[in-house]
């Protein structure tokens, strides 16, 4: 064998194994690499759980909303015309001038030059000098024109701040006067200072019942896919290979139900730290989440969670450290059993608040004379009209029932009529608060008649305690403007309720309701 073929082996060899050491380097490269990166999405999913688990405690850690914070605090940025800002440079006579001929030059044709040359460059000199003035004269214009507009827009930012500052102010006082449009402007900023993680919904609604002096909230939960169904990543080098660690179903379940309960209480907790006691008594919160309806494939928007709270009984909690779900059974609130699942908790009867708000005494007056007022109908009257709404509203057979206390007692029967079967039907029309005497008089007379659900109507309010207590024992309650909006819907007639919640009017069990006479329902 010779010494070349030798030494090509040996180089053979060589680069056999350079190309081994550098295959096994970069696999484990990659390796590190994708281990690195099952680390970082588990990291990932770590972070979103944490922030999940972070929905109660970290809003406690914030600031409550407050007018003065809702403020714009006007600072324009300085004015920036950048390069419009530096004067042209002029040019200079020296650029241009020729050098004056020396010594011998001078007299033999050098200075007939020269001067040629001076009057040339002269020239050059001249239009350079008027292109100079030109262009610094339109730098100048510009200037002016870029801080016209600088101005023109500060002071457009400024008169509209200052219109946002002066809204502001105007509904501090409506809030303060307990008008329900400035509250429900005030609790709509409170709600949208709040921050969530990416892929929550930002939807709800805001009505404010002065009569009650509590604020109704319909919020929008979030789908069950923000809890991470992966736990960890793990990276199989036998056969690189990124395999997600699947979650436990019960424990997904069990996070997303606590997210819901902590949701509730944060909604609560931001809107009474933000308000006052003598215009927020309590909050009814209503939590639904928009899905699909898996039986039908149709949208849908199941309520999952509903609780009224009373500021007296939350503002002893210690929120750092309850059990969300614990704390809202503690609240009586009614939950869904499986939040997940999309498990319902349907109300008795879904209203727009907004829209079957009281108005004030005097804009029913102005044209009362073209409406039938309620509490003008004798009582026969009166059962009638209430009979015609709920046959419109779907009751199939209708039977007036006996009763000693002089109200409109019937029952009435429905498929569809609130939860269907029996259910007992009984009208006041008075012009006073609804107590929890008049409520609770009506689960008697449900057992007594074995009835399935209960509606107690009215032409006045109810209080908020016998709201809590209807809600506990399948009663339906309808006050005046309920009434009032529910006749217009489905029977056509505009009627005026008769009467009005007093002004910021404590809902007390304790206030004499105001009844008609014995001629009253």
Known sequence: MTAERRAAERQAREAARWSREAAKARQAEHVAKQQKLAESKTSAVAEEVSLLDRTLVGALERHAVTFDSLKVKFEPQPFQPGKLAEPLVAPEWRQYEPAEPRGLDRWFGGMSAYRRAVAQAKLLYDAATASFQQAEAERVRALGAARAEYDRKVETARQG??????????????????????????????????????GFPREWQVAYRPENRDVVIEFELPPQQVVPVVREYRYIKSRDAMDPVVRPSGEVKQRYARLVASIALRTLHEVFSATQPQ????VVLNGRVSTIDKATGKKARPHLISIEAERSAF?????????????????????????????????????????????????????????????????TEFEHLVKELFVAMGAEAWRTVPSKDGGVDAVATSKNLFFGGVCLIQAKRWTGLVGLDAVHALTGVMTDHNATTGVLVTTSWFSRTSEQFAQRNRITLINGAELKHLIKQHLGIDVVPGTSPPKRARASDNTQTGRLGPAGS
Do not use: H
């Open 161 to 198: 701040a200052k219109l946002y500052n002066e809204n502001v102010d105007t509904n501090r006082d409506g809030f303060m006067q307990g008008e329900p449009e400035a509250v429900e402007w005030f609790v709509d900023k409170v709600l949208r200072a709040s921050r969530y993680p990416n």
């Open 279 to 282: 215009i927020v008594e309590a």
């Open 315 to 379: 503002i002893d909690l210690n929120l750092a450290d309850v059990d969300p779900a614990a704390c809202l059974r503690g609240l009586n609130a009614l939950v869904s059993p499986n939040p997940f699942d999309l498990e319902a908790v349907e109300p008795f009867i879904a209203f727009d608040l907004r829209r079957f708000r009281f108005v004030d005494s005097a804009d029913e007056l102005s044209t009362l004379d073209s409406r039938r007022n309620l509490l003008k109908l004798s009582p």
